[in-house]
């Protein structure tokens, strides 16, 4: 491994609930792991505002950190690369898991691309060929729900996912909210259609 580079950026959230979209917009970074003889790898590490410690500038050190443990090891020797990170960082430290997982993922697909085979091949083989890409629908009137999954599935969804809950750790939810919360479910179901997941 020559080289770790990072890619931050921002997604805007494409949703229909004004108070929502009020929200910063989603942050990720790309990361390219570059070999000596040219090869590379990509992978992901994704920010969660709710977690402190999985900040844009929380993964963007850690990324770091791994860079400088792993630069000059075999990119083909996962087990090594997991091991320089463990001394670099300790196995569980706060917001490093997502750091480490974009270096695997950017392993992984050095792996792939080396061995001229797709990743699921050296994991053992596909689970799956074809995924759903699901998108988060919110609103605060049932209005607002049905107009979202109708944009959405308009745009092809074809799965849609809807928060019955809003907290990490929920308190005890009131009959009226979780009143609100079935209205808002059985608007996205009669407006998707039932050829849609959600």
């Not at 979209?21 to 590379?40: F, N």
């Not at 792939?112 to 091949?121: I, L, N, T």
């Not at 996912?161 to 979780?178: E, K, R, W």
Request: proline share 5%.
């Amino acid at each position: 491994i020559v080289e770790v580079q990072q890619f931050p950026m921002s997604l805007p959230r494409d949703v229909v609930d004004p108070a929502y979209s009020k929200h910063p917009p989603a942050q990720t970074i790309i990361i390219r792991i570059t070999t000596m003889s040219g090869l590379t790898g990509l992978g992901e590490a994704s920010a969660n505002p709710v977690q402190e410690a999985r900040t844009l500038s929380t993964l963007i050190d850690w990324l770091k950190t791994y860079e400088a443990a792993i630069i000059g090891a075999d990119a083909l020797n996962i087990n090594l690369l997991h091991q320089l990170m463990d001394r670099a960082s300790g196995q569980h430290p706060p917001g490093c898991q997502t750091a480490r997982a974009a270096i695997d993922m950017a392993v992984h697909d050095l792996v792939g691309k080396a061995r001229r085979c797709p990743v699921h091949e050296i994991l053992g083989g596909a689970y799956r060929t074809e995924m759903q890409v699901t998108a988060r629908i919110a609103g605060r009137t049932v209005e607002d729900i049905a107009v979202a999954a109708r944009s959405h599935v308009a745009k092809g969804y074809r799965g849609l996912t809807i928060g019955i809950g809003s907290d990490v750790l929920p308190t005890a939810m009131s009959i009226a909210d979780l009143e609100e919360k079935c209205e808002h479910l059985l608007a996205a179901l009669e407006a998707a259609g039932n050829d849609i997941s959600i």
